[in-house]
């Protein structure tokens, strides 16, 4: 399977600085990641090469989806 280079953008009527918020604190993370009527909650965020990011997302009446990745460079 090859790997090609995939690019989405996104306008958002938002400062720099309250979208680096949102992707870069467990807060604003949880305040927008994951579908309609999910819950998510952040264990760890680490914005570093070989950091990791640990979160959980919860929907009413479900099993929690724990999910974690880790930054690598290009």
């Known amino acids: ?4 280079p995939i690019t989405l953008e ?5 400062t720099l600085d309250e979208v680096w918020e949102l992707w ?7 305040a927008w990641w ?3 009527g999910f819950q998510v909650t ?5 914005l570093r090469i070989g950091g ?3 979160y959980t997302m919860r929907a009413v ?3 929690d989806d724990r999910t974690h990745g880790m930054a690598t460079p290009r």
């Open 61 to 63: 009446g479900k099993a």
């Open 52 to 54: 990791t990011l640990q």
């Open 10 to 14: 996104r306008h958002l009527d938002s």
């Open 42 to 46: 952040v264990q760890h965020l680490e």
């Open 24 to 30: 870069t604190t467990p807060s604003g993370l949880e």
């Open 34 to 36: 994951g579908p309609d």
């Open 1 to 4: 399977m090859s790997r090609s």
